[in-house]
C-alpha cells in the first residue's frame, strides 16, 4: 500500500465510509492536500504535478470501486443488448471542480445487480482531476507533502540534482575570481618592474638635489633628519643663475609699516636684515617683468640665500606673485644660525607675462619679532 492510497484509507477509517458524502469530502481534503504540498514545494515541474494528481485520482477511483454493488458477467452482445443504468445519487461520488461546478454523474453500463451469490466483476467508477480551493470541514487531514510514489519522486530527483550542481557552481566561480585576481596582480607587478617602482635608492638618486622640505598649509612642524632643510652649498652652483634680488640695490624691497628692511653688512659680506611686524606682514621683493619673460613656458627653481639671527632660529613663510603666470603656493622653512639655501621649484606657463611680480616673506611665521637675514635671491631653469 502506498503513501497516497494509505493516507486516504486511514482518513476513511475515521468517518462513516459507508456515506458517499462523507467519501466525496475525504476524496476533495486529499486533492486539497495535494495543492498545499505543490505550492510549498516550487520545485516540482508541471510534468511531476499532473503526475501526483492523476495517481490520486487512479487511487481515489480504486478505492471507490470498492463501494460499489458488483455486476454480472456479461457477453459483448449482451452488454450491447442491455440499456444503460445510471447508479442512484447515492451509489457513487461525484466531485466538485475548484469552481464549484459538480462533475457528471458515474454512469456504469450494464444491467442492474441481482441478488445472487453468482460471480461478480467490478466496474470502476470514473473520477475526474478536480483540485478544490480549500479543503472541506469535518473531514481529517492528509498529508500529501511526501512524493505520491516511487515515480513521481524519480521525477522530482532532477530538480534535486540541478540544486546539487547549481551548488557545485559555487567554488568554480570562486576559482575563476582568485585566477582573474592573481592576473590582476601579475600584470600590475609586471608593469611595476618596467617602470623602475622596484629601483633602489641609489639609483634613484642621479637627477638634481631636492629642495628644503616645504609644506602647502599651517601644520607644519620642522623636524631634523631626514627632513632637515638643506646644508649650505647645496644648490648647484653651475646652474646659469638669474639675480632676482641683491642687497647691493635694496630699492626692489617693500616693507610694510610695522616691518623693518635693513641694509647691513658684516664678515659674512652684504645682507638685508628682514623683520615682520606684530601683524603678521610680510617683507616683498620685486620680481622684474624681464626675469619672468625668461622664465616663462619653463621650469624654474628658486633659491633663498639666508639665515636666521644668532641664538633665535625661526620660521619663515613665503608666497609669490608672478601675475598673470600664477604663484608658488605657500612655502614654509625651518631656518637656523647657518647660512643656508632655501629653494621652490615653479613651472610657468607659456604666456607673456604683462608686468612684473614679487616674492613675499614673512620672517617669523609664529609672530614672536624674530629677524631673517636675506643674502640673495636668486632663479634658474631646469634643463
Known amino acids: 500500500m502506498d503513501a497516497i492510497e494509505k493516507a486516504i484509507r486511514n482518513a476513511l477509517e475515521k468517518g462513516n465510509d459507508d456515506d458517499r458524502a462523507f467519501r466525496e469530502r475525504v476524496y476533495r481534503s486529499a486533492f486539497a492536500a495535494l495543492d498545499r504540498a505543490l ?3 516550487p520545485g516540482v515541474t508541471v510534468e511531476v504535478a499532473i503526475k501526483r494528481r492523476k495517481a490520486i485520482q487512479a ?3 480504486e478505492i471507490e470501486s ?5 455486476v454480472p458477467d456479461v457477453s459483448p452482445q449482451a452488454e450491447r443488448d442491455a440499456p444503460a443504468v445510471e447508479l442512484a445519487a447515492g451509489a457513487a461520488p461525484s466531485v466538485e471542480t475548484g469552481q464549484g461546478t459538480a462533475s457528471p454523474a458515474v454512469t456504469i453500463d450494464g444491467p442492474a445487480p441481482p441478488a445472487t451469490d453468482a460471480p461478480r466483476s467490478r466496474v470502476l467508477p470514473v473520477v475526474p482531476d478536480i483540485m478544490p480551493d480549500a479543503a472541506p470541514s469535518g473531514v481529517p487531514d492528509i498529508d500529501m507533502s511526501a512524493p505520491a510514489s516511487a515515480e ?46 622596484f629601483k633602489t635608492q641609489a639609483q634613484l638618486d642621479t637627477g638634481p638635489p631636492e629642495a ?12 631634523d633628519g631626514a627632513n632637515a632643510p638643506a646644508k649650505p652649498g647645496t644648490a ?19 616693507a610694510p609699516s610695522d616691518a623693518k628692511a635693513e641694509v647691513m653688512k658684516d664678515d659674512t659680506g652684504p645682507f638685508l636684515r628682514i623683520q615682520s611686524g606684530a601683524s603678521g606682514s610680510a617683507i616683498s621683493f620685486d620680481v622684474g617683468q624681464g626675469v619672468l619673460e625668461k622664465l616663462a ?19 619663515i613663510s613665503v608666497d609669490c606673485n608672478f601675475g598673470e603666470l600664477g604663484d608658488c603656493g605657500r612655502k614654509r622653512y625651518a631656518v637656523g644660525q647657518q647660512r643656508n639655501e632655501y629653494l621652490f ?17 614673512n620672517s617669523d611665521f609664529d609672530k614672536q619679532g624674530k629677524a631673517v637675514i636675506i643674502y640673495e635671491i636668486r632663479a634658474s631653469i631646469e634643463q
Open 59 to 61: 487511487k481515489i477511483t
Open 152 to 197: 513521481a519522486a524519480a521525477e522530482v530527483a532532477p530538480d534535486r540534482d540541478e540544486r546539487r550542481i547549481r551548488g557545485r557552481r559555487l567554488p568554480l566561480t570562486a576559482i575563476f575570481l582568485t585566477v582573474t585576481l592573481l592576473a590582476a596582480i601579475g600584470i600590475g607587478l609586471f608593469f611595476a618592474v618596467q617602470t623602475g617602482v
Open 66 to 70: 470498492e463501494f460499489l454493488p458488483a
Open 39 to 41: 505550492q510549498a514545494n
Open 297 to 315: 613656458g619653463k621650469h624654474a627653481v628658486f633659491d633663498i640665500v639666508a639665515r636666521a639671527e644668532d641664538g633665535k632660529d625661526t620660521q
Open 236 to 254: 648647484d652652483q653651475s646652474r646659469d643663475w638669474i639675480n632676482v634680488f641683491s642687497p647691493t640695490d635694496p630699492t626692489h624691497v617693500a
Open 212 to 223: 628644503p622640505p616645504t609644506v602647502e598649509d599651517d601644520d607644519f612642524t620642522p623636524a
Open 345 to 361: 621649484d615653479v613651472q610657468f606657463p607659456n604666456k607673456r607675462p604683462g608686468s612684473a611680480g614679487t616674492i613675499a616673506i
